[in-house]
């Protein structure tokens, strides 16, 4: 059922496969033809297996500048080093939000050679006035991740923004996102707060869930053309992650791990990175 103040699907978007770091196989979301960008979002990745040889060679050192990167682990565990001193581990249900600003090098490698490893990992855009800003990070482990329950025992996962009055986990962004998880069980119809201003999507990762007379089923995503609510309704048990921010309405240039506004500062970058002055 639709009315005139809920949030609606303009566009489906399946992920297509793909592989980063040093060959861990992953699905890209945002980032890639159907989706190149959805301001302020870059990048969406989703990635999990259970065969150790789809992602033991992790993520080796690596630079980024000029956007965040936030890593929300499901299953599995994930080793965290960088060039501020920065250490730490992501674990089931943890959350791990990096500020690149000006500079940083990192690298995300599995602490486990078996098992399941599944989660995503999203890119969010600065405005130029924070691209050379000093370098953050913020680790977040699950038992820190505010959880509310629906009147059905539906689950909802504050990482990021408000949810019903319920601040989210992260402080540290600049954007300022909402970032939800949804563990909705059976026959579910949960309402959720917009900002008609926002950009952003729903990825549903089990299940099926319909929103506004659309279904999404799982590996789908839904861009969202947002009103004053959001209506989640699920006839089985289903997962999904909500995203949503303030659209910056800059230029993005990109080139690999630096994002910045115009390709002389890509450029810069490069050189900064070549000189080893960037981080």
């Known amino acids: 059922m639709t009315n005139l103040n809920a949030t609606t699907i303009k566009q489906i978007v399946q992920g297509m496969p793909a592989s980063d770091g040093a060959g861990v196989k992953l699905k890209r979301v945002i980032g890639q033809p159907m989706l190149k960008n959805l301001d302020p979002f870059l990048m969406l990745d989703e990635f999990g297996s259970e065969d150790a040889q ?3 060679a992790g993520f080796p050192k690596h630079p980024h500048r000029g956007f965040q990167t936030v890593t929300y682990m499901l299953n599995g565990k994930m080793g965290h080093k960088d ?6 581990i992501i674990e089931d249900g943890g959350l791990q939000w990096m500020n690149a600003g ?6 995300e490698m599995p ?5 399941k490893m599944r989660g995503f990992q999203l890119w969010v855009n600065l405005p130029s006035t924070e691209k050379m800003s000093a370098p953050g990070y913020q680790d977040i482990p699950t038992a820190n991740i505010p959880e509310l329950r629906s009147e059905k025992g539906s689950t909802i996962r504050v990482l990021a923004g408000d949810y019903k009055g319920q601040k989210g986990a992260v402080t540290t962004q600049s954007v ?7 563990h909705l069980v059976a026959n579910e119809s949960l309402n959720v707060a917009t900002q008609n201003t926002h950009n952003g999507f729903l990825y549903v990762y089990e299940g099926e869930i319909e929103v506004a007379g659309k279904v999404l089923s799982k590996g789908q ?8 609510h959001l209506v989640l309704e699920s006839k089985a048990c289903a997962r999904a992650i909500f995203v949503s921010g303030e659209p910056i309405n800059e230029p993005v240039v990109q080139y690999g791990p630096f994002v910045m506004n115009s390709q002389e500062e890509i450029n810069q970058a490069l050189r900064d990175f070549q000189q080893g002055v960037l981080a």
């Open 102 to 107: 000006k500079g940083i090098i990192h690298e």
């Open 83 to 88: 060039s501020i001193g920065n250490e730490g």
């Open 111 to 115: 602490m486990q050679i078996e098992g």
């Open 176 to 182: 300022k996102p909402q970032f939800l998880d949804f």
């Open 221 to 228: 995503l839904g861009v969202l053309n947002f009103a004053n």
């Open 54 to 56: 789809d992602y033991i």
